[in-house]
Nanobody, 128 residues
Framework: QVQLVESGGGLVQAGANLGLSCVAS????????MAWFRQAPGKEREFVAV????????LYADSVKGRFTISRDNANNTVVLQMNSLKSEDTAGYYC?????????????????????WGQGTQVTVSS
């Protein structure tokens, strides 16, 4: 079955950088759209970034644009979220996901319901 395993979370100070990794198995990774979402306590899960199977399309939430970078290594079934200049409001559980969202409209690629499989999450805490 499909498994997504995130790693790399932790406690950092505001302004620091942190990289998250997600290793996928049980799917044809090189043909899979991959995304990151996050969820803070008491809030809904929100879209962070998505990358197409080829890496040619990368889309970001406005709140992270210019600070976060999503990338993928198809040879190692890994998707990475590099987070720079972290802010306290970035504190959340971060989740890797895969599905087949239509990337031409944020109505689809920003919706958690467009993704079929999810990892267990990794916690990122940014202290101010």
């Amino acid at each position: 079955q499909v498994q997504l395993v995130e790693s790399g979370g932790g406690l950092v100070q505001a302004g620091a950088n942190l990289g998250l990794s997600c290793v996928a198995s049980g799917l044809t990774f090189s043909q899979s759209t991959m995304a990151w979402f996050r969820q803070a306590p008491g809030k809904e899960r929100e879209f962070v970034a998505v990358i197409s199977w080829s890496g040619g399309v990368r889309l970001y939430a406005d709140s992270v644009k210019g600070r976060f970078t999503i990338s993928r290594d198809n040879a190692n079934n890994t998707v990475v979220l590099q987070m720079n200049s972290l802010k306290s409001e970035d504190t959340a559980g971060y989740y890797c996901a895969t599905g087949n969202p239509r990337l031409y409209s944020e109505r689809y690629y920003k919706s958690p319901s467009e993704y079929n499989y999810w990892g267990q999450g990794t916690q990122v805490t940014v202290s101010s």
